[in-house]
């Protein structure tokens, strides 16, 4: 999965989120949420 910057979100943050316990993990939802609304977020799980 990759990001791309949209029209009108060059100046936002561009954030990776990843783990090793797994997509469906709490603390990487939290994590992802959080991180959310300080930019862009793309998560990366196996």
Not at 18 to 35: E, F, K, S
Request: hydrophobic share 35%; with cysteine; charged share 15%.
């Amino acid at each position: 999965m990759t990001a791309s910057q949209t029209e009108g979100s060059q100046n936002s943050l561009r954030i990776l989120c990843t783990n090793d316990d797994g997509i469906h993990a709490p603390g990487l939802r939290l994590l992802a949420d959080v991180a959310g609304r300080l930019g862009d977020v793309t998560v990366v799980s196996p």
